[in-house]
């Protein structure tokens, strides 16, 4: 069974960064596309940005440019450095595993990280 913890949110400025980790146990980690996502409050949650196995990188065109998501597979951990915040980035950030083709998430959710950006 595979769970995931993440952490590193908090609370910053608009402009800030702020950098998320995410840990994944009970799985080969290595072989799985990995991804983050969002969930804003009163909205479904969204795909954020996902590395595949091999490092190839894919975002949401409202983080392009400003986050960047990495992986260390001997650690199990999947990264997400967030940038030049906006306070339409607030929201509960969570890790998962994408589908490789859908980037639909397939396991179980953590509890999340919450990233809140004051203006």
């Known amino acids: 069974q595979v769970q995931l913890a993440e952490s590193g949110g908090g609370l910053v400025q608009a402009g800030g960064s702020l950098r998320l980790s995410c840990v994944a146990s009970g799985s080969i980690f290595s072989a799985n596309v990995m991804g983050w996502y969002r969930q804003a409050p009163g909205k479904q949650r969204e795909m954020v940005a996902v590395?595949?196995?091999?490092?190839?990188?894919r975002y949401a065109d409202s983080v392009k440019g400003r986050y960047t998501i990495s992986r260390d597979n001997a650690k199990n951990t999947v990264y997400l450095q967030m940038s030049g915040l906006k306070p339409e980035d607030t929201a509960v950030y969570y890790c998962?595993?994408?589908?490789?083709?859908?980037?639909?998430?397939?396991?179980?959710w953590g509890q999340g990280t919450q990233v809140t950006i004051s203006s």
């Open positions: 590395v595949t196995p091999s490092g190839n990188t």
């Open positions: 998962n595993s994408g589908h490789p083709f859908t980037y639909s998430p397939l396991w179980s």
